[in-house]
C-alpha cells in the first residue's frame, strides 16, 4: 500500500521560503510520477506541480511558475517541493500525490498524503 508522509510546513512571511517534503513508502518509488496540490480554506484543491519517475519533466501551475520548483531524489524514496518568494495567498495545505501516470497525478488521482500545513503572513 502506498503511503506518503508530507513534512517541512510552517509559518514563514511573504517573500520567504520553504521546502517540502513527501517521504514515499509502499511503493517502487522510481517508476512513479509525483506530484503536489494545496488546499486552501473555502477554496477548491489546485494542482501546484509535477514530476515525472525520472525527474526528467516538470510540469507547474501559473501561479507558482518561477517560483516553485519540484525535485526528486529517487535513492530517498523523496520528492521535494522548494518554494521561494512565497505570498499570503500561497497559504494552504500542501499534499503529495503519486501515481505510474502522471496524467492520473495532474488530474487529482492517484494515492495521496496528509498534507502538510503552510502559512505565509503579510
Known amino acids: 500500500q502506498v503511503h506518503l508522509v508530507e513534512s517541512g510546513g510552517g509559518l514563514v512571511q511573504a517573500g520567504g521560503s520553504l521546502r517540502l517534503s513527501c517521504a514515499a513508502s509502499?511503493?517502487?518509488?522510481?517508476?512513479?510520477?509525483m506530484g503536489w496540490f494545496r488546499r486552501a480554506p473555502g477554496k477548491e484543491r489546485e494542482h501546484v506541480g509535477a514530476?515525472?519517475?525520472?525527474?526528467?519533466?516538470?510540469y507547474y501551475a501559473d501561479s507558482v511558475k518561477g517560483r516553485f520548483t519540484i525535485s526528486r531524489d529517487n535513492a530517498k524514496n523523496t520528492v521535494y517541493l522548494q518554494m521561494n518568494s512565497l505570498k499570503p495567498e500561497d497559504t494552504a495545505v500542501y499534499y503529495c500525490?503519486?501515481?505510474?501516470?502522471?496524467?492520473?497525478?495532474?488530474?487529482?488521482?492517484?494515492?495521496w498524503g496528509q498534507g502538510t500545513q503552510v502559512t505565509v503572513s503579510s
Open positions: 509502499g511503493l517502487t518509488f522510481s517508476s512513479f510520477d
Open positions: 514530476i515525472s519517475w525520472s525527474g526528467g519533466s516538470t
Open positions: 500525490a503519486a501515481d505510474e501516470n502522471i496524467i492520473t497525478v495532474v488530474v487529482g488521482g492517484g494515492s
